[in-house]
């Protein structure tokens, strides 16, 4: 399962995913703005943790990690593209993707020219 939107109807998806809830605390905390890249824990002990991370956008990119569990991928500088099995995401502040890790997933891959792009996935 794959959802693409952005930030400001995270909320509409907290039904289906009750993580989303810590997620957005975090986020509103601006947390992963304010911290530099590595892993972290939430705050409140839950079973979502997050991934800060800086890179240059490329033509080939990255494979993505296999980190378990749903990943939700937010751009909070910069710019990527994402391709999940064929489909391709742009990633820009204010969106959001969600997914399940498969097997031909690649990051970081750039829109036009290479950027300096910082993420943060959070997994749970």
């Given amino acids: 399962m794959m959802v693409f939107d952005t930030l400001s109807e995270l909320e509409s998806y907290e039904g289906a995913f009750p993580e989303i809830r810590t997620i957005i605390d975090v986020m509103d905390r601006s947390l ?9 824990k ?20 990255f494979e993505a990690e296999k980190d378990g569990g749903r990943v939700m ?4 500088e910069g710019d990527e593209m994402v391709s999940i099995d064929g489909s391709v995401f742009r990633l820009q502040p204010g969106r959001f993707l969600l997914y399940d890790p498969s097997e031909n997933i690649r990051r970081g891959l750039s829109y036009a020219l290479p950027e300096h792009t910082k993420t ?3 997994v749970f």
């Fill in 73 to 76: 991928e937010i751009v909070l």
């Fill in 120 to 122: 943060v996935r959070f």
């Fill in 32 to 40: 992963p703005y304010d911290q530099g890249a590595g892993r972290y």
């Fill in 42 to 61: 939430t705050p409140e002990e839950s079973t979502v943790s997050y991934i800060i991370e800086t890179f240059l956008t490329s033509s080939k990119g």
